[in-house]
């Protein structure tokens, strides 16, 4: 078993940052795939970025450029630095876990464990 718990999530201005962790428990967290989705009100859940197990990421069109992924294996784990934040921005903020092979992935159906979610709201 993993368990995933996301911290740092809060209220902010637009324009302004917040830093999200997610540290895992549980199993050997450095040959995980992690990625962050975020869920708005009345929206699909949708991709934000991710990092695979050597450390390659990707990222969603509309955060390129704002956010970044990284990952403290060492801590057991990964952060999304958010910059440059957007009203649109706005949704619960979750991370997860790919622990088959290790990559980094768009796709929410290939984690496999998941964080319980930190709220993110940006005021205009």
């Known amino acids: 078993q993993v368990q995933l718990v996301e911290s740092g999530g809060g209220l902010v201005q637009a324009g302004g940052s917040l830093r999200l962790s997610c540290t895992a428990s549980?199993?050997?967290?450095?040959?995980?795939?992690m990625g962050w989705f975020r869920q708005a009100p009345g929206k699909e859940r949708e991709f934000v970025a991710a990092?695979?197990?050597?450390?390659?990421?990707d990222y969603a069109n509309f955060v390129k450029g704002r956010f970044t992924i990284s990952r403290d294996n060492a801590k057991n784990t990964v952060v999304l630095q958010m910059n440059s934040l957007k009203p649109e921005d706005t949704a619960v903020y979750y991370c997860?876990?790919?622990?088959?092979?290790?990559?980094?992935?768009?796709?929410?159906?290939?984690?496999?464990?998941w964080g319980q979610g930190t709220q993110v709201t940006v005021s205009s």
């Open positions: 997860a876990a790919e622990t088959d092979l290790g990559l980094r992935s768009r796709h929410a159906l290939r984690y496999d464990y």
């Open positions: 549980g199993r050997t967290f450095d040959s995980f795939g």
């Open positions: 990092i695979g197990s050597i450390g390659n990421t």
